[in-house]
């Protein structure tokens, strides 16, 4: 018994609409990484769930190039978090108004 595309794409909208509420809500930079991955997530559930309903795997081809764009989104993510907490002491966005050299 195969489990219908609908309930994939509910999943999908809630945790996107979680990460959309982290980011909007949330004024700690690490929150903002981990809320913009779980929009990424959101977006290879979805690619994933159609690519099996269409039977093709173009869907999961993308998904990995997605996967593969999240981990250079952490790495340049982690090392701005770095420069701002070496800079001002805390990873609160809104502190940090200009970094200058």
């Not at 269409?54 to 250079?72: E, I, R, Y």
């Amino acid at each position: 018994m195969a489990v219908p595309v609908e309930y994939y794409l509910v999943l999908s909208a809630a945790v996107f609409c979680i990460g959309l509420f982290g980011i909007l809500t949330r004024r700690n930079a690490l929150m903002f990484l981990m809320s913009v991955e779980l929009m990424l997530n959101a977006a290879n559930i979805n690619f994933v769930a159609f690519s099996f309903y269409w039977g093709n795997l173009t869907g999961q081809v993308f998904s990995l190039f997605t996967m593969a764009l999240a981990a250079a989104e952490v790495a340049v993510g982690i090392g701005i978090i770095l420069v701002l907490y070496r800079n001002f002491a805390d990873v609160d966005v809104t502190k940090a108004t200009t970094l200058r050299w």
